[in-house]
């Protein structure tokens, strides 16, 4: 069998019709498949790889903490350089009250951790989420997802969850002294990008500090300059209690992180002790490699260059079949009439060399949200190709 019916076979199918690309080799913002076909990636593995596949510096990251030593013991107990380093270098960039890094797997395992610390912290158990938003599909983080159709087949979740809408100051009357946290995306991306209003995420930052609710802030798609900001809440001048990181943490490895003040992290180390464990969170080899992208990040100022980068898109992106563009810096959402017209859009732009996708809670929008690293010259490239693509579905 070949490559393609070995994946059909043994690699476990979360849809029934994968893409099935068997991509080889990715460098910058072009992945390269078996055939040699090229792909300009506008969704860098979905806002992971901020910094570009196998960026020189981070592969070199790799290689010299894999040969210094892999993985020693659990997460916590052995002090390890890279956790140590890249734990002080994320606290310096973030707000004082930010300065306690626990870090995980994924940005789901973040959430999970987010949530029994609010728990822990607060001695309450109930949860506000948020309609249409995504925090991962772990049995805890999908209670808090914003959406009944993905939610339904695994009930009974946990309890203590509402779900209430984003942007909507009915929900202020709903935190209380019962509220353990107000859990959010800072910009809610799997909707289609839609951001809250500056005066809406003010009055619940008020309204949590009133009633003693933590404001669980998920930076997971939206951190490390997605956004225009290293943080997307630097935007909207306020300061969560804890934030959520993964995706682009690892600079194209798994790891993930929730981060709050050290007072509120330290509750995991007693009553119970190992209050919060991973195995394999932190890994070494991922903390190298984050580091070494975050490096990058700032010291080649592509966070600088977002603006400017996002301006193209949109200057470009004009045709009738075009309903809407929202973005906040490039994380961008390019909406059609349909599903279906933005599946053929999207079928159509792969057939032609530019990888894209949709949104789960916004099928009807086309995913922009390429390497940071993405030069002028690929977005027109880019465009050009998403308008051609356009035109050829329009025809039909």
């Not at 690699?11 to 072009?30: D, F, M």
């Not at 087949?153 to 309890?159: E, N």
């Not at 003010?202 to 956004?227: H, P």
């Not at 991922?286 to 010291?299: Q, W």
Request: proline share 4%; net charge neutral; with cysteine.
């Amino acid at each position: 069998m070949n490559q393609r019916q070995l994946f059909l076979q043994h690699v476990a199918q979360t849809s029934p019709a994968p893409l099935a690309l068997e991509i080889v080799k990715a460098r910058g913002v072009i992945l390269e498949d078996a055939a040699g076909k090229e792909y300009i990636d506008l969704i860098a593995g979905i806002s992971v790889c901020n910094v570009g596949h196998c960026h020189p510096k981070v592969v070199k990251a790799i290689k010299a903490q894999a040969e210094q030593y892999l993985h020693l013991l659990v997460y916590g107990e052995f002090v390890e350089s890279p956790q140590v380093q890249y734990a002080k270098m994320l606290a310096d960039h973030l707000p004082e009250s930010l300065n306690s890094i626990y870090f995980t797997n994924s940005g789901a395992e973040a959430t999970e951790g987010a949530m029994k610390l609010a728990k822990r912290v607060t001695g309450r158990t109930n949860i506000i989420a948020f309609e249409q938003s995504y925090h991962g599909s772990t049995q805890g983080a999908l209670s808090i997802l914003g959406d009944e159709y993905w939610r339904n087949a695994y009930r009974p979740l946990l309890p203590g969850i509402l779900h209430l809408p984003y942007n909507d100051n009915a929900v202020l009357e709903h935190i209380t002294t019962d509220t353990a946290c107000v859990i959010l995306e800072t910009i809610q991306a799997e909707r289609g990008v839609h951001a809250p209003l500056n005066s809406w995420l003010t009055a619940l930052r008020n309204r949590c500090t009133e009633t003693g609710t933590l404001l669980v802030m998920d930076e997971i798609q939206t951190g490390f300059g997605r956004t225009g900001h290293l943080w997307g809440f630097e935007a909207f001048g306020i300061v969560p209690d804890i934030i959520l990181l993964g995706k682009a943490l690892g600079g194209g490895m798994p790891l993930g992180a929730f981060v709050a003040r050290k007072e509120l992290m330290d509750c995991f180390t007693a009553n119970p002790v190992l209050g919060h464990i991973t195995t394999f969170g932190g890994h070494p080899v991922s903390c190298a490699a984050g580091m070494a992208a975050m490096k990058v990040l700032l010291k080649e100022k592509l966070i600088q260059k977002v603006a400017e980068k996002e301006a193209l898109f949109r200057q470009l992106l004009h045709h009738p079949a075009i309903k809407a563009i929202r973005s906040r810096g490039l994380l961008m959402a390019v909406e059609f009439d349909s599903f279906e017209t933005n599946k053929k859009v999207i079928d159509r732009c792969i057939e032609k060399g530019l990888l894209t996708d949709w949104f789960l809670f916004g099928a009807n929008s086309m995913r922009i949200a390429p390497p940071l690293t993405i030069t002028k010259k690929e977005i027109r490239k880019a465009c050009e190709i998403i308008l051609s693509a356009i035109d050829e579905i329009i025809v039909e």
